[in-house]
Protein backbone atom coordinates (compact mmCIF):
# COMPACT_ATOMS: atom_id res chain seq x y z
CA UNK A 1 0.00 0.00 0.00
CA UNK A 2 2.98 2.35 0.60
CA UNK A 3 3.13 2.73 -2.96
CA UNK A 4 -0.10 4.37 -3.24
CA UNK A 5 0.44 7.17 -0.59
CA UNK A 6 0.55 10.39 -2.38
CA UNK A 7 3.80 12.38 -2.35
CA UNK A 8 1.87 15.78 -2.14
CA UNK A 9 -0.61 15.38 0.76
CA UNK A 10 0.37 12.74 2.98
CA UNK A 11 -3.22 10.79 2.45
CA UNK A 12 -3.65 7.11 0.90
CA UNK A 13 -4.71 7.32 -3.05
CA UNK A 14 -7.56 4.63 -2.98
CA UNK A 15 -7.82 4.54 -6.47
CA UNK A 16 -4.44 2.29 -6.75
CA UNK A 17 -5.92 -0.06 -4.51
CA UNK A 18 -7.66 -3.98 -4.65
CA UNK A 19 -10.29 -4.91 -2.78
CA UNK A 20 -7.97 -6.80 -0.51
CA UNK A 21 -5.75 -3.94 -0.17
CA UNK A 22 -8.84 -1.75 0.30
CA UNK A 23 -10.49 -3.85 2.64
CA UNK A 24 -7.52 -3.68 4.91
CA UNK A 25 -7.32 -0.07 4.52
CA UNK A 26 -10.93 0.06 6.25
CA UNK A 27 -10.22 -1.98 8.87
CA UNK A 28 -7.15 -0.47 9.51
CA UNK A 29 -9.21 2.96 10.37
CA UNK A 30 -11.41 0.96 12.21
CA UNK A 31 -14.57 0.53 9.82
CA UNK A 32 -16.34 -2.55 8.19
CA UNK A 33 -14.20 -4.35 5.24
CA UNK A 34 -17.97 -4.13 3.25
CA UNK A 35 -17.31 -0.57 3.16
CA UNK A 36 -14.42 -1.68 0.52
CA UNK A 37 -16.79 -3.06 -1.96
CA UNK A 38 -19.17 0.10 -1.39
CA UNK A 39 -15.78 2.76 -1.98
CA UNK A 40 -14.45 0.01 -5.13
CA UNK A 41 -17.86 0.76 -6.80
CA UNK A 42 -18.08 4.27 -6.65
CA UNK A 43 -14.95 4.78 -7.59
CA UNK A 44 -14.38 2.49 -10.56
CA UNK A 45 -18.00 1.85 -11.45
CA UNK A 46 -18.96 5.60 -10.90
CA UNK A 47 -15.73 7.06 -11.69
CA UNK A 48 -16.20 9.12 -8.64
CA UNK A 49 -13.15 10.96 -6.92
CA UNK A 50 -14.87 12.65 -4.28
CA UNK A 51 -15.94 11.37 -1.03
CA UNK A 52 -19.24 13.68 -0.87
CA UNK A 53 -20.89 12.05 -3.61
CA UNK A 54 -20.72 8.77 -2.03
CA UNK A 55 -24.16 8.63 -0.86
CA UNK A 56 -24.39 5.44 0.89
CA UNK A 57 -21.22 6.58 3.17
CA UNK A 58 -22.40 8.38 5.70
CA UNK A 59 -21.44 11.91 6.68
CA UNK A 60 -19.35 10.81 9.50
CA UNK A 61 -17.05 8.31 7.11
CA UNK A 62 -17.00 10.36 4.36
CA UNK A 63 -15.27 12.95 6.48
CA UNK A 64 -12.96 10.25 8.20
CA UNK A 65 -12.40 9.62 5.12
CA UNK A 66 -11.38 12.46 3.65
CA UNK A 67 -8.76 13.49 6.44
CA UNK A 68 -6.39 10.16 5.56
CA UNK A 69 -7.63 9.40 2.11
CA UNK A 70 -8.02 10.94 -1.50
CA UNK A 71 -8.83 9.74 -4.99
CA UNK A 72 -6.77 10.82 -7.18
CA UNK A 73 -6.45 10.28 -11.17
CA UNK A 74 -3.52 11.40 -12.84
CA UNK A 75 -3.68 15.21 -14.46
CA UNK A 76 -4.57 15.34 -17.73
CA UNK A 77 -2.37 17.00 -20.13
CA UNK A 78 -4.69 16.14 -23.29
CA UNK A 79 -6.77 14.23 -24.84
CA UNK A 80 -7.75 14.12 -28.08
CA UNK A 81 -10.58 11.73 -30.08
CA UNK A 82 -9.44 11.07 -34.17
CA UNK A 83 -12.25 10.17 -36.51
CA UNK A 84 -12.09 6.56 -36.16
CA UNK A 85 -12.87 6.85 -32.72
CA UNK A 86 -9.40 5.98 -31.24
CA UNK A 87 -8.76 8.62 -28.32
CA UNK A 88 -5.43 9.56 -26.33
CA UNK A 89 -4.87 10.89 -23.63
CA UNK A 90 -1.46 12.20 -22.60
CA UNK A 91 -1.06 12.12 -18.72
CA UNK A 92 1.54 13.84 -16.61
CA UNK A 93 2.95 11.28 -13.31
CA UNK A 94 4.29 12.50 -10.09
CA UNK A 95 7.37 12.23 -11.16
CA UNK A 96 6.52 15.10 -13.71
CA UNK A 97 7.15 13.43 -16.60
CA UNK A 98 3.96 12.28 -19.34
CA UNK A 99 3.00 9.31 -20.40
CA UNK A 100 0.53 8.25 -23.07
CA UNK A 101 -2.63 6.21 -23.33
CA UNK A 102 -4.83 5.11 -26.12
CA UNK A 103 -8.13 4.00 -26.91
CA UNK A 104 -8.60 1.82 -29.76
CA UNK A 105 -11.99 1.17 -31.32
CA UNK A 106 -12.56 -2.05 -33.46
CA UNK A 107 -15.98 -3.76 -34.90
CA UNK A 108 -15.78 -6.51 -31.91
CA UNK A 109 -13.81 -4.49 -29.08
CA UNK A 110 -12.42 -1.39 -27.56
CA UNK A 111 -8.81 -1.90 -26.18
CA UNK A 112 -7.01 0.44 -24.34
CA UNK A 113 -3.49 0.71 -24.48
CA UNK A 114 -1.90 1.03 -20.77
CA UNK A 115 1.53 2.72 -19.91
CA UNK A 116 3.52 1.18 -16.88
CA UNK A 117 6.86 3.48 -16.94
CA UNK A 118 7.65 6.99 -17.67
CA UNK A 119 10.65 5.87 -20.05
CA UNK A 120 12.06 2.30 -20.08
CA UNK A 121 15.22 1.14 -18.81
CA UNK A 122 16.07 -1.59 -22.06
CA UNK A 123 17.28 0.25 -24.84
CA UNK A 124 15.55 -1.71 -27.63
CA UNK A 125 17.35 -0.21 -30.31
CA UNK A 126 14.15 0.47 -32.35
CA UNK A 127 11.95 2.14 -29.32
CA UNK A 128 11.44 5.52 -29.11
CA UNK A 129 10.58 5.11 -25.24
CA UNK A 130 13.96 3.17 -24.95
CA UNK A 131 15.75 6.14 -26.28
CA UNK A 132 14.36 8.37 -23.78
CA UNK A 133 15.79 6.32 -20.75
CA UNK A 134 14.28 5.02 -17.66
CA UNK A 135 12.47 8.39 -15.70
CA UNK A 136 9.87 6.45 -13.15
CA UNK A 137 7.73 3.59 -12.22
CA UNK A 138 4.24 4.49 -12.35
CA UNK A 139 2.06 4.35 -9.49
CA UNK A 140 -0.44 1.34 -8.96
CA UNK A 141 -2.75 4.45 -9.41
CA UNK A 142 -1.35 6.07 -11.61
CA UNK A 143 -1.43 2.99 -14.04
CA UNK A 144 -5.63 2.04 -12.89
CA UNK A 145 -5.47 5.71 -13.59
CA UNK A 146 -5.20 5.34 -17.32
CA UNK A 147 -8.23 2.78 -17.17
CA UNK A 148 -10.28 5.53 -14.12
CA UNK A 149 -10.34 8.19 -16.69
CA UNK A 150 -10.58 6.46 -19.82
CA UNK A 151 -13.79 4.88 -18.40
CA UNK A 152 -14.82 8.43 -17.42
CA UNK A 153 -14.57 9.79 -20.81
CA UNK A 154 -17.51 7.19 -22.03
CA UNK A 155 -19.72 8.60 -19.54
CA UNK A 156 -19.24 5.78 -16.87
CA UNK A 157 -22.61 4.30 -15.88
CA UNK A 158 -22.69 1.24 -14.02
CA UNK A 159 -23.48 -2.46 -15.16
CA UNK A 160 -23.56 -1.08 -18.46
CA UNK A 161 -23.60 -3.66 -20.90
CA UNK A 162 -21.97 -2.53 -23.29
CA UNK A 163 -18.70 -1.62 -21.94
CA UNK A 164 -16.61 0.63 -23.99
CA UNK A 165 -13.18 -0.67 -22.87
CA UNK A 166 -13.18 -4.38 -23.43
CA UNK A 167 -9.71 -5.21 -23.29
CA UNK A 168 -6.60 -3.64 -21.97
CA UNK A 169 -3.06 -4.49 -23.45
CA UNK A 170 -0.03 -3.07 -20.84
CA UNK A 171 1.64 -2.02 -24.28
CA UNK A 172 2.04 1.70 -23.99
CA UNK A 173 5.44 3.11 -22.77
CA UNK A 174 7.67 1.22 -20.01
CA UNK A 175 8.45 -2.92 -19.15
CA UNK A 176 5.61 -3.73 -17.10
CA UNK A 177 7.71 -6.49 -15.67
CA UNK A 178 9.99 -4.11 -14.22
CA UNK A 179 7.27 -2.33 -12.41
CA UNK A 180 5.86 -5.55 -10.67
CA UNK A 181 3.98 -4.88 -8.04
CA UNK A 182 2.37 -1.34 -9.12
CA UNK A 183 1.32 -3.37 -12.55
CA UNK A 184 0.41 -6.60 -11.01
CA UNK A 185 -2.19 -3.83 -7.98
CA UNK A 186 -3.30 -2.08 -11.21
CA UNK A 187 -4.33 -5.62 -13.43
CA UNK A 188 -6.15 -6.89 -10.68
CA UNK A 189 -8.39 -4.01 -10.04
CA UNK A 190 -8.75 -4.09 -14.28
CA UNK A 191 -10.51 -7.89 -13.57
CA UNK A 192 -12.27 -7.51 -10.31
CA UNK A 193 -15.84 -7.26 -10.72
CA UNK A 194 -15.90 -4.06 -8.63
CA UNK A 195 -13.22 -2.81 -10.29
CA UNK A 196 -13.35 -2.98 -14.35
CA UNK A 197 -14.57 -6.71 -14.37
CA UNK A 198 -12.61 -7.26 -17.71
CA UNK A 199 -12.30 -11.30 -18.27
CA UNK A 200 -8.47 -12.31 -17.82
CA UNK A 201 -8.32 -13.08 -21.29
CA UNK A 202 -8.46 -9.19 -22.53
CA UNK A 203 -6.41 -8.27 -20.06
CA UNK A 204 -2.68 -8.72 -21.67
CA UNK A 205 0.43 -7.78 -20.35
CA UNK A 206 4.17 -7.46 -22.84
CA UNK A 207 7.11 -7.94 -21.79
CA UNK A 208 10.21 -7.66 -23.68
CA UNK A 209 11.74 -10.95 -21.64
CA UNK A 210 12.77 -10.63 -17.68
CA UNK A 211 12.68 -14.05 -17.36
CA UNK A 212 12.66 -14.19 -13.48
CA UNK A 213 9.65 -11.99 -13.50
CA UNK A 214 7.65 -13.88 -16.22
CA UNK A 215 8.28 -16.92 -13.63
CA UNK A 216 7.08 -14.88 -10.70
CA UNK A 217 4.01 -13.80 -12.44
CA UNK A 218 1.88 -17.21 -12.56
CA UNK A 219 2.23 -17.04 -9.06
CA UNK A 220 0.29 -13.69 -8.58
CA UNK A 221 -2.03 -13.25 -11.68
CA UNK A 222 -3.49 -15.18 -14.61
CA UNK A 223 -3.75 -12.38 -17.40
CA UNK A 224 -2.66 -12.93 -20.83
CA UNK A 225 0.82 -12.61 -22.22
CA UNK A 226 2.54 -11.10 -25.07
CA UNK A 227 6.35 -11.95 -26.20
CA UNK A 228 8.10 -9.11 -28.10
CA UNK A 229 9.95 -11.30 -30.05
CA UNK A 230 11.46 -9.14 -32.94
CA UNK A 231 14.55 -11.77 -33.73
CA UNK A 232 14.00 -15.14 -34.49
CA UNK A 233 17.87 -15.80 -33.71
CA UNK A 234 20.11 -14.99 -30.56
CA UNK A 235 22.77 -12.71 -32.43
CA UNK A 236 20.15 -10.77 -33.78
CA UNK A 237 18.49 -10.43 -30.91
CA UNK A 238 21.12 -9.41 -28.47
CA UNK A 239 21.46 -6.18 -30.81
CA UNK A 240 17.57 -5.16 -30.96
CA UNK A 241 16.48 -6.60 -27.63
CA UNK A 242 19.68 -6.00 -25.46
CA UNK A 243 18.00 -7.88 -22.47
CA UNK A 244 18.69 -11.06 -24.38
CA UNK A 245 22.36 -11.04 -23.93
CA UNK A 246 21.09 -11.98 -19.74
CA UNK A 247 17.94 -14.08 -20.85
CA UNK A 248 18.31 -16.11 -23.95
CA UNK A 249 15.80 -17.35 -26.59
CA UNK A 250 15.68 -20.77 -25.39
CA UNK A 251 15.25 -19.87 -21.54
CA UNK A 252 12.86 -16.99 -22.50
CA UNK A 253 10.55 -19.39 -24.44
CA UNK A 254 10.85 -22.05 -21.73
CA UNK A 255 9.76 -19.69 -19.09
CA UNK A 256 6.87 -18.04 -21.54
CA UNK A 257 5.57 -21.72 -22.21
CA UNK A 258 5.98 -22.14 -18.16
CA UNK A 259 3.41 -19.42 -17.61
CA UNK A 260 1.17 -20.68 -20.10
CA UNK A 261 1.34 -24.07 -18.83
CA UNK A 262 -0.39 -22.26 -15.86
CA UNK A 263 -3.09 -21.03 -17.40
CA UNK A 264 -4.65 -24.14 -18.10
CA UNK A 265 -3.08 -24.50 -21.82
CA UNK A 266 -6.10 -23.12 -23.31
CA UNK A 267 -4.92 -19.90 -24.08
CA UNK A 268 -1.90 -19.31 -26.61
CA UNK A 269 0.95 -16.59 -26.44
CA UNK A 270 0.92 -14.05 -28.64
CA UNK A 271 4.46 -13.14 -30.33
CA UNK A 272 4.82 -9.93 -31.44
CA UNK A 273 7.34 -8.75 -34.07
CA UNK A 274 8.32 -5.61 -35.26
CA UNK A 275 9.61 -5.53 -38.56
CA UNK A 276 12.50 -4.03 -39.62
CA UNK A 277 13.61 -3.59 -43.48
CA UNK A 278 16.15 -5.37 -44.15
CA UNK A 279 17.14 -6.30 -40.14
CA UNK A 280 14.80 -8.85 -39.61
CA UNK A 281 12.30 -8.98 -42.27
CA UNK A 282 13.92 -11.31 -44.63
CA UNK A 283 12.84 -14.79 -45.99
CA UNK A 284 15.64 -16.49 -43.67
CA UNK A 285 14.52 -15.22 -40.85
CA UNK A 286 10.50 -16.46 -41.17
CA UNK A 287 12.64 -19.73 -41.88
CA UNK A 288 14.28 -19.44 -38.54
CA UNK A 289 11.05 -18.38 -36.48
CA UNK A 290 8.92 -21.38 -38.02
CA UNK A 291 11.58 -23.75 -36.07
CA UNK A 292 12.03 -21.43 -33.27
CA UNK A 293 8.44 -21.25 -32.70
CA UNK A 294 7.40 -24.99 -33.94
CA UNK A 295 6.82 -26.42 -30.34
CA UNK A 296 5.09 -23.00 -29.00
CA UNK A 297 1.44 -22.99 -29.58
CA UNK A 298 1.11 -19.22 -30.42
CA UNK A 299 -0.49 -16.63 -32.49
CA UNK A 300 2.05 -13.88 -34.07
CA UNK A 301 0.99 -10.33 -34.30
CA UNK A 302 3.47 -8.17 -36.73
CA UNK A 303 3.99 -4.73 -36.39
CA UNK A 304 5.79 -3.01 -39.38
CA UNK A 305 7.97 -0.40 -37.62
CA UNK A 306 6.93 3.29 -36.35
CA UNK A 307 9.80 5.29 -37.83
CA UNK A 308 10.64 8.06 -35.58
CA UNK A 309 13.48 10.21 -35.90
CA UNK A 310 16.98 9.22 -35.89
CA UNK A 311 15.91 5.80 -35.37
CA UNK A 312 18.13 4.49 -38.07
CA UNK A 313 15.52 2.01 -38.74
CA UNK A 314 13.25 2.20 -42.02
CA UNK A 315 9.74 0.34 -42.24
CA UNK A 316 9.41 -3.01 -44.93
CA UNK A 317 7.58 -2.20 -47.72
CA UNK A 318 3.90 -3.67 -48.00
CA UNK A 319 5.32 -6.22 -50.32
CA UNK A 320 8.05 -7.31 -47.74
CA UNK A 321 5.37 -7.36 -44.69
CA UNK A 322 3.19 -9.51 -46.70
CA UNK A 323 5.56 -12.16 -48.11
CA UNK A 324 7.12 -12.23 -44.61
CA UNK A 325 3.12 -13.03 -43.11
CA UNK A 326 2.84 -15.50 -46.19
CA UNK A 327 5.86 -17.14 -44.93
CA UNK A 328 4.74 -17.84 -41.17
CA UNK A 329 1.12 -18.48 -42.55
CA UNK A 330 2.25 -20.95 -44.78
CA UNK A 331 4.54 -22.21 -41.88
CA UNK A 332 1.23 -23.40 -39.92
CA UNK A 333 1.03 -19.98 -37.50
CA UNK A 334 -2.11 -18.11 -37.11
CA UNK A 335 -0.31 -14.32 -38.12
CA UNK A 336 -1.93 -11.30 -38.38
CA UNK A 337 -0.27 -7.96 -39.36
CA UNK A 338 -1.13 -4.33 -36.56
CA UNK A 339 -3.18 -2.21 -38.86
CA UNK A 340 -2.20 1.74 -37.87
CA UNK A 341 -4.74 3.68 -36.25
CA UNK A 342 -5.55 7.50 -34.98
CA UNK A 343 -3.54 9.22 -37.46
CA UNK A 344 -5.05 12.60 -37.23
CA UNK A 345 -3.97 12.88 -33.46
CA UNK A 346 -0.70 11.47 -33.85
CA UNK A 347 -2.11 8.25 -31.90
CA UNK A 348 -1.16 5.82 -34.75
CA UNK A 349 1.87 3.18 -34.17
CA UNK A 350 4.99 5.47 -34.29
CA UNK A 351 3.23 8.39 -33.72
CA UNK A 352 2.88 8.39 -29.78
CA UNK A 353 4.27 11.36 -27.96
CA UNK A 354 5.91 11.11 -24.14
CA UNK A 355 7.74 13.58 -22.09
CA UNK A 356 10.14 11.83 -19.85
CA UNK A 357 12.94 13.45 -17.91
CA UNK A 358 15.48 11.39 -18.41
CA UNK A 359 17.52 10.42 -15.57
CA UNK A 360 19.43 7.62 -17.12
CA UNK A 361 21.23 9.77 -19.60
CA UNK A 362 20.91 13.21 -18.30
CA UNK A 363 19.57 14.60 -21.74
CA UNK A 364 17.24 17.38 -21.83
CA UNK A 365 13.61 16.85 -21.36
CA UNK A 366 12.16 16.87 -24.83
CA UNK A 367 9.37 15.16 -27.10
CA UNK A 368 10.24 11.81 -28.37
CA UNK A 369 7.40 10.20 -31.00
CA UNK A 370 7.16 6.73 -29.19
CA UNK A 371 5.42 3.95 -30.87
CA UNK A 372 2.05 2.99 -30.13
CA UNK A 373 1.40 -1.03 -29.57
CA UNK A 374 -2.39 -1.15 -30.51
CA UNK A 375 -3.97 -4.59 -30.06
CA UNK A 376 -2.18 -7.46 -29.21
CA UNK A 377 -5.32 -9.22 -30.65
CA UNK A 378 -7.16 -6.94 -33.59
CA UNK A 379 -9.74 -9.19 -35.03
CA UNK A 380 -8.84 -10.34 -38.44
CA UNK A 381 -11.65 -7.89 -39.93
CA UNK A 382 -9.27 -5.12 -38.85
CA UNK A 383 -6.28 -6.56 -40.07
CA UNK A 384 -4.14 -6.73 -43.46
CA UNK A 385 -3.67 -9.72 -44.98
N1 LIG B 1 8.04 -3.00 -22.85
C1 LIG B 1 7.07 -3.91 -23.30
C2 LIG B 1 5.74 -3.30 -23.67
C3 LIG B 1 5.72 -1.96 -24.40
S1 LIG B 1 6.14 -1.82 -26.06
C4 LIG B 1 7.61 -4.70 -24.46
O1 LIG B 1 8.66 -4.36 -24.99
O2 LIG B 1 6.99 -5.71 -24.80
C5 LIG B 1 4.87 -2.63 -27.00
C6 LIG B 1 5.38 -3.25 -28.30
O3 LIG B 1 5.77 -2.26 -29.30
C7 LIG B 1 6.62 -4.09 -28.08
O4 LIG B 1 6.51 -5.28 -28.80
C8 LIG B 1 7.71 -3.19 -28.66
O5 LIG B 1 8.85 -3.91 -28.98
C9 LIG B 1 7.04 -2.59 -29.85
N2 LIG B 1 7.71 -1.40 -30.38
C10 LIG B 1 8.51 -0.53 -29.74
N3 LIG B 1 8.93 0.46 -30.58
C11 LIG B 1 8.37 0.20 -31.77
C12 LIG B 1 8.41 0.87 -33.03
N4 LIG B 1 9.09 2.00 -33.21
N5 LIG B 1 7.70 0.34 -34.04
C13 LIG B 1 6.97 -0.78 -33.87
N6 LIG B 1 6.89 -1.44 -32.71
C14 LIG B 1 7.60 -0.97 -31.67
FE1 LIG C 1 11.34 -0.88 -23.12
FE2 LIG C 1 9.55 -2.35 -24.48
FE3 LIG C 1 10.72 -0.18 -25.59
FE4 LIG C 1 12.17 -2.37 -25.15
S1 LIG C 1 10.40 -2.18 -26.55
S2 LIG C 1 12.79 -0.26 -24.69
S3 LIG C 1 11.27 -3.10 -23.24
S4 LIG C 1 9.31 -0.19 -23.85
Known amino acids: MGDSMSDMTGKIN ?111 SFCSTGKQGFNSNLTAAEVIGQVWLANKSFGTVPAKIDRAITNVVMMGMGEPLLNFDNVIAAMKIMMEDLGY ?65 TLGGKRVLTIEYTLLKDVNDQPEHAAQM ?49 TTRGDDIDAACGQLVGQVNDRTRRSERYIAVRQLSADAELPDSAVRH
Open 197 to 261: GISKRRVTLSTSGVVPMIDELAKHIDVSLALSLHAPNDELRNQLVPINKKYPLKMLLESCMGYMA
Open 290 to 338: IELLRDVPCKINLIPFNPFPHSGYERPSNNAIRRFQDLLHHGGFNVTTR
Open 14 to 124: LLGLTLQEMEKFFESIGEKRFRAGQVMKWIHHYGVDDFAAMTNVGKALREKLEAVAEIRGPEVVSEDISADGTRKWVVRVASGSCVETVYIPTDDRGTLCVSSQAGCALDC
